[in-house]
């Protein structure tokens, strides 16, 4: 079975810096990857994803990513983090397993905090 | 519109009580899902159902049964509840499964706090 794994468990960083949060994913066949953000006391809301083609793809809010095969990794970007972006981020992977499991599989996520 | 809707946001009960959570949605997709997020924010996937059809029970208590009486709705009705049953139950949907061709995007809902005494 596939698994996620994510880097930090909690950031925190001070506004205007850049952020970048790490994920690898284990399963050597062809997926689809996607990053969630949960704002406090909110729902999962999707950020962006990748499913083929070019490997850096954009979201919403400025945040990126990019999706290195060989490395198994699709890490998380912003050049300039913001104090509205404080909440929990999780990374989750699909595979086209073909028969096998469906649904999401999450990471643990990280906890991000930006200090004013 | 809430496209995916769940109902109640707060369940505050005791040991040993069946209660049941409600969703809806209202985008026209064809797999809906529970999943469950414990106190450290971890998501695990409990059910889904394509066409009212069962395709992923994991290693969950029989005291979870999920109930799809249509495409639209997946209720989780829960029996003799614990402590550890405490924690956020999210309904999610996505267009189709991704043995069916989809993509595999979820859409959750708003999420149903569940806490037992």
């Known amino acids: 079975a596939q698994s996620v794994s994510q880097h930090n468990h909690h950031v925190i960083l001070s506004e205007a810096a850049s952020l970048e949060l790490g994920c690898n994913y284990s399963y050597g066949g062809t997926v689809n990857l996607f990053w969630y953000v949960q704002y406090p006391g909110q729902h999962l809301q999707l950020l962006l994803k990748?499913?083929?083609?070019?490997?850096l793809v954009k979201g919403i809010k400025g945040f990126e990513a990019e999706f290195i095969k060989s490395k198994f990794s699709f890490n998380l970007r912003k050049p300039s983090v913001q104090w509205s972006d404080t909440a929990e981020y999780f990374c989750a992977v699909i595979p086209y397993s073909g028969g096998g499991a469906d649904g999401l599989t999450f990471g643990k996520g990280t906890h991000l905090i930006i200090q004013p | 519109d809430t496209a995916v809707s769940q109902t109640p946001k707060y369940l505050v009960t005791q040991m040993g009580n069946d209660k049941s959570i409600k969703c809806e949605q209202n985008?026209?997709?064809?797999?809906m899902y529970w999943y469950k997020q414990d106190s450290k924010k971890f998501l695990k996937i409990m059910f889904s159902y394509n066409n009212k059809e069962l395709i992923i029970n994991e290693t969950v208590p029989n005291r979870f049964s999920p109930k799809s009486p249509d495409k639209a709705h997946l209720n989780l009705h829960i029996n003799s509840l614990e402590l550890g049953d405490s924690a956020v139950y999210f309904c999610?949907?996505?267009?189709?499964?991704?043995?069916?061709?989809?993509?595999?995007?979820?859409?959750f809902g708003e999420g149903s706090r569940l806490t037992v005494l």
């Open positions: 990748y499913f083929s083609g070019d490997p």
């Open positions: 999610a949907s996505s267009q189709e499964g991704i043995e069916q061709g989809g993509t595999g995007e979820l859409f």
């Open positions: 985008l026209g997709h064809d797999t």
